[in-house]
């Protein structure tokens, strides 16, 4: 029987204030010389994930064991966690409130962003 591997094919989803994206390939030449041969990475920690770019690109292009993403930050590993776990639910929802954003004028569409926004910030203070 023939294994198939898929690799995964995500990226990173949000910009992120000290992203490393434009560093991808200066980071890869610095990476131990067994990595790079073997193109596997027996166990990765990521201590300040931000938007995961590092990741996001090992994971694409070697074969990574075991993966750990820390960071210090709650609502960014909340968004992580959402998108793992729920991709199909979230997309539901950004569509429905891309839709409803896409009928309004210019002039309510702002009033529309304040107000989504609000009620956001109102819910994480709960």
């Known amino acids: 029987m023939k294994v198939i591997e898929e690799r995964i094919q995500s990226k990173p989803f949000l910009k992120w204030a000290g992203g490393?994206?434009?560093l991808l390939n200066a980071i890869v030449t610095r990476l131990p010389i067994h990595i790079l041969l073997n193109l596997q990475i027996d166990r990765y920690v990521e201590p300040f994930i931000g938007s995961g770019a590092v990741f996001f690109f090992l994971k694409k292009h070697f074969h990574v064991n075991e993966s750990y993403l820390i960071d210090s930050n709650p609502e960014l590993?909340?968004?992580?966690q959402v998108v793992q776990k729920e991709p199909t639910?979230?997309?539901k929802r950004?569509?429905?409130?891309q839709?409803?954003?896409l009928k309004l004028s210019e002039e309510n569409r702002s009033?529309?962003?304040?107000q989504i926004r609000n009620q956001y910030n109102t819910q994480r203070k709960s």
């Open 20 to 22: 490393k994206t434009q």
């Open 77 to 80: 590993i909340l968004g992580y």
């Open 89 to 91: 639910l979230l997309i």
């Open 94 to 97: 950004l569509e429905q409130l």
């Open 99 to 101: 839709n409803d954003y």
């Open 111 to 114: 009033k529309y962003f304040y």
